[in-house]
């Protein structure tokens, strides 16, 4: 099964067996081709806009070989860091965020996750526990060169660990303007201005730890 976001919607990739968990989701079935795909997402964006369940025999296969081949692909790395019972985040674009980023060539995701965490959040030492589940969400390039293209990213998440005493510095060429370790207390409080991908992650993390 998977789950892709796009803003606040959900696109549920999963086996027709799988339908009872979604009832309140649209149903598109019989999307065969990345062609296919592309003019079902075009209907999508313009009209449907709702969350969407596209039931398939195989999800892996159809994942693999038909649905991301109808988006410019990006692979990118992120990190939820934990230092006792505070969690790092990062406040960009007037949200709550986890440090993340593209995975550069040659990089593996774990290298990349150390990288960014450290690169956003101006933080040394972190290093990885686990890996956790991935997150894929869709959105709409802005960036010379590709602007207007759909894009799908595939982010892989790891659980984190940090020792240190430093508070971080915010990356201010990425547009972060703060970087706060989030009691748990707080926590309930800072998901209310993020994503709904990230509350995924975040929920994930608290059951692996609980």
């Not at 796009?6 to 339908?19: H, K, T």
């Not at 990062?90 to 990089?107: C, Q, S, V």
């Not at 992650?201 to 609980?210: A, T, W």
Request: aromatic content about 12%.
């Amino acid at each position: 099964m998977y789950k892709i976001f796009l803003n606040e919607w959900e696109i549920v990739i999963a086996q027709p067996a799988d339908q009872y968990m979604f009832q309140q989701f649209e149903v598109s079935e019989n999307l065969q081709t990345a062609d296919e795909v592309k003019n079902w997402f075009s209907k999508f964006i313009n009209e449907t806009k709702t969350n969407t369940l596209i039931t398939q025999d195989n999800p892996d296969e159809f994942m693999t070989a038909v649905f991301s081949q109808a988006f410019t692909q990006i692979e990118a790395a992120g990190g939820v860091v934990r230092r006792n019972n505070q969690f790092l985040f990062i406040f960009r674009n007037k949200k709550w965020d986890l440090p993340k980023g593209k995975i550069d060539a040659g990089e593996t995701p774990e290298e990349a996750a150390i990288r960014e965490v450290g690169e956003e959040c101006g933080i040394q030492g972190h290093h990885i526990i686990k890996s956790l589940p991935p997150t894929w969400h869709i959105y709409q390039s802005t960036w010379k060169g590709s602007a207007g293209e759909w894009i799908l990213k595939k982010t892989h998440w790891f659980e984190m660990e940090y020792t240190g005493t430093e508070n971080g510095t915010p990356e201010t060429r990425e547009n972060i303007t703060e970087v706060r370790w989030v009691e748990n207390e707080e926590l309930e409080e800072v998901m209310k201005n993020t994503y709904k991908n990230l509350k995924s992650v975040i929920s994930i993390y608290i059951d692996f730890n609980n």
